[in-house]
């Protein structure tokens, strides 16, 4: 059982440009969520999909979008790139099987840094 | 609206010495709550969480959780920690809408 990648490791951009982040969840799971944490934080909920649909959304601008693809991977797009966008972005993939309160398993992150 | 305090932002404890970190959560139904630890550099890892039934929860690395809904807390505990045991800890409530509601973490460091 492979646990849940993401890619790249690392990213530098400069303000106004656009990102796309990575993440292939675990295997078995249908569920994949985003999450934002800055430096100092705990993570902040970006969005969550769920059999390539979104499934909720937290205090993010629409520059925020994700897609989630047929074999359960997603990606992470940012638009219109600022700088209080740099933080470690971290991806969870999960198995929804009824109402609430799946765990979780969460990649080792992106570090975007925004210049 | 659903979100967790948790009150110490830097804890020590020296090695094999007692530890318990505190949460407390705002959250209006039974809320699911977890705890996760994160060391330097890497994603989250599940110690323990609670949905329902025995408030006195089981976890890994031998932390356990109690939940005391009267106090609104969900506070993390070791009888003895290792020096392997300096991460971050946060706690989290999974609120409505599927948002993972996390605290702002507790640093600890273990001294030996």
């Known amino acids: 059982e492979t646990g849940v990648t993401q890619s790249p490791t690392h990213l530098i951009k400069t303000r106004g440009q656009q990102v796309t982040l990575r993440c292939s969840s675990q295997?078995?799971?249908?569920?994949v969520s985003w999450y934002q944490q800055a430096l100092g934080q705990g993570p902040q909920f970006i969005f969550q999909?769920?059999?390539?649909?979104?499934?909720g959304r937290g205090n993010f601008p629409p520059r925020f979008s994700g897609l989630q693809f047929p074999n359960y991977s997603s990606e992470l797009n940012v638009n219109a790139l600022e700088l209080d966008d740099s933080a470690l972005y971290l991806c969870a993939s999960s198995s929804i099987l009824r109402g609430g309160g799946e765990t979780q398993y969460f990649g080792p992150g992106t570090r975007l840094l925004v210049l | 609206a659903q979100s967790v305090t948790q009150p110490d932002i830097h804890i020590t404890v020296s090695e094999g010495a007692s530890l318990e970190l505190r949460c407390n959560y705002s959250?209006?139904?039974?809320?699911?709550l977890f705890w996760y630890v994160q060391s330097p550099g890497q994603g989250l890892q599940l110690l323990l969480k609670?949905?329902?039934?025995?408030?006195l929860v089981q976890g890994i690395k031998g932390f356990e959780a109690e939940f005391k809904r009267s106090q609104s807390s969900f506070n993390l505990r070791k009888p003895s920690v290792h020096w392997s045991d300096a991460a971050e800890y946060f706690c989290a409530v999974e609120a409505d809408n599927n948002d993972m509601r996390f605290g702002a973490g507790t640093r600890l460091t273990v001294k030996p």
């Open positions: 959250y209006g139904a039974t809320p699911y």
């Open positions: 295997s078995g799971h249908n569920t």
């Open positions: 609670y949905f329902s039934g025995d408030t």
């Open positions: 999909y769920y059999r390539e649909e979104e499934n």
